[in-house]
């Protein structure tokens, strides 16, 4: 079965009908028609390519960008639009892209300037050339993701990964092309484009992207027809927030509890936050876990108990164990170990980085998540935390602190340098800049290293908290004691 199906023959047995929506953006509407056309003439042009970046504004453009490539059977580098110059630099070097896909009236950074320049336009219409399906090994995405130190990776995701880890929660989620999915994701991680895209137009049904969240635009799209909704737990608390407060969201308790599936993942859902929705809806999120490197590992099924704290029993097709520190797997599913998958919905590695690959993956390919977990006596997986405290989740987004350190520590007002994520009602975790300044009478303002990391990194990874100190607490061997900075 090619990637996507419904695209392939639009109007023939295996395709919805042409006229059918395949995704909206506010006024935007493409059916698969439409898409299909525009998506082809782009395949057309980018046939052949090594590799396409793709400017992943929220917009029909990166959709069409996205599965033109996939169409010409060209890995696709989705790059956040907001990146600063020295991810941005780096994201360009380790991919080496030779287009560059981005709607007619985005203005791109000089770092793309040396790229040939494609504008996406939702409007073409195809030559009626056909497209081989390329083979499902065949890398489909590049997708960057953060680690402890260093600059982010990218992870090769090849098309088996994404047609199995979709098909999975097709199992899990009775998931159809009747069913209109709603989401403000972003569509440079997997969460948004491969499970909030790729996932409804696998399935022939339709997306409505929001642009940017708010608890107005899912009320409204949830009450005119939507039947899925996918969002991180920042969103969901925001919902929360606005549920407790029914005369400031008119619609939201019925638009909520008419849903098919409220789905959360990218990071923990607080259970107070599930517990006020189920309170106020009468319906429970459910949970699904996953990772960049594994697409999706876990997740509750529609059928099933949607249990606060646990991201559900592994998907179909998925093998997941726990291990412990030096590798034995665990019997005793009550204890606290590493979780390790394995199975078709793995990556093949990251870009360029052989190294990180093979400490990634165990001698018999399973993936060493990171993340620690315990086993309800049904195989509910609980996740209890991560190995690595350099890893910050903020907002749904993986944040390493050495790269923000290291972003900090070109700042000329900073000496020394350490973050730490602390708990946040609202975004989970929340980015704490620790900071020796240069001249301690007149340190760096909190906006203007915040404007500095923007600026080299992305608005998410901006410390959202300054906090000076005379000096860093070291041990013995000069090592920066985090645990002492109050973590
Ligand atoms: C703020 N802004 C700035 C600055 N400060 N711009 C320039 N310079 C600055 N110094 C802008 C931001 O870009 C943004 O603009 C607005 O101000 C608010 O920014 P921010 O405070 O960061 O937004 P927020 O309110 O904290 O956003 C919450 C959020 C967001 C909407 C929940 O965190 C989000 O979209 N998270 C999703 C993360 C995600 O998809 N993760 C998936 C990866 P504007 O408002 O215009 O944008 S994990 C994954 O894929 C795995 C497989 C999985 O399991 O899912
Ligand atoms: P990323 O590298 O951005 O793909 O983030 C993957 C990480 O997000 C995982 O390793 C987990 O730590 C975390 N994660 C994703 N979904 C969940 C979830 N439902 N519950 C807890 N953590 C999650």
């Known amino acids: 079965m090619p990637l996507l199906p419904a695209l392939q023959d639009v109007s023939g047995p295996t395709g919805r009908a042409a006229s059918r929506e395949a995704v909206r953006f506010g006024a935007l509407s493409l059916s698969y028609g439409r898409l299909a056309a525009a998506s082809d003439a782009l395949a057309g042009r980018v046939a052949g390519a090594g590799r396409v970046a793709v400017w992943a504004t929220p917009t029909a453009e990166t959709v069409v960008a996205v599965v033109a490539a996939l169409r010409a059977g060209v890995p696709a580098v989705p790059v956040n639009p907001r990146t600063g110059a020295r991810e941005l630099a780096h994201i360009v070097a380790d991919s080496a892209p030779s287009v560059v896909l981005a709607g007619a009236a985005d203005v791109l950074p000089a770092a793309l ?55 999975a929660l097709e199992d899990a989620w009775r998931w159809t092309g009747d069913d209109v999915l709603v989401h403000a994701l972003p569509l440079f991680h997997v969460h948004g484009l491969v499970l909030g895209v790729l996932g409804p137009l696998r399935r022939g049904g339709s997306v409505r992207h929001l642009g940017r969240f708010s608890v107005e635009g899912v009320t409204g799209e949830l009450l005119s027809g939507g039947t899925m909704l996918f969002g991180v737990p920042t969103m969901y608390h925001r919902l929360a927030e606005a549920l407790a407060d029914p005369a400031g969201s008119p619609g939201l308790t019925e638009a909520l509890a008419g849903a098919r599936l409220l789905v959360s993942g990218s990071a923990a859902l607080p259970v107070r936050d599930h517990e006020r929705i ?115 989740k903020s907002g749904g987004y993986k944040i390493g602190a050495g790269e923000i350190e290291n972003a900090l520590l070109d700042h000329p007002g900073v000496r ?21 300044a240069a001249e301690p009478g007149s340190p760096p303002s909190a906006e203007d290293l915040a404007a500095h990391v923007t600026g080299l990194l992305a608005p998410h990874k901006r410390p959202r908290t300054v906090r000076y100190l005379d000096a860093l607490p070291r041990n013995d061997l000069g090592k920066i004691m985090k645990r002492a900075l109050g973590r």
């Open 278 to 392: 189920a309170a106020a809806t009468g319906r429970r999120v459910i949970e699904r876990y996953g990772m960049t490197e594994t697409l999706m590992n876990t997740g509750v099924r529609a059928d099933g108990e949607a249990r606060p704290g646990t991201v559900g029993p592994p998907l179909r097709g998925v093998g997941l164990r726990l291990v412990e520190e030096d590798g034995t797997v665990l019997e005793d599913p009550a204890a606290i170990g590493e979780i390790q998958v394995r199975g078709p919905n793995l990556f093949t590695g990251y870009l360029n980085r052989p190294d990180a690959t093979a400490a990634a993956l165990t001698e018999d390919g399973w993936f060493r998540t990171g993340d620690m977990a315990t086993l309800d006596a049904d195989g509910y997986v609980r996740i209890v935390g991560r190995k690595a405290t350099d890893l910050i």
């Open 113 to 167: 300037a040396g790229l040939e320049r494609l504008d996406v336009d939702t409007a073409a219409a195809a030559p009626a050339a056909a497209f081989p399906e390329p083979s499902p090994d065949s890398p489909a995405l590049v997708v960057y993701t953060s680690g402890t130190t260093g600059p982010p990776k990218g992870a090769i995701l090849p098309r088996r990964a994404i047609a199995a880890s979709l098909d």
């Open 416 to 436: 020394e340098a350490a973050v730490t994520g602390e708990p946040d009602t609202d975004l989970g975790e929340r980015i704490v800049a620790w900071v020796v």
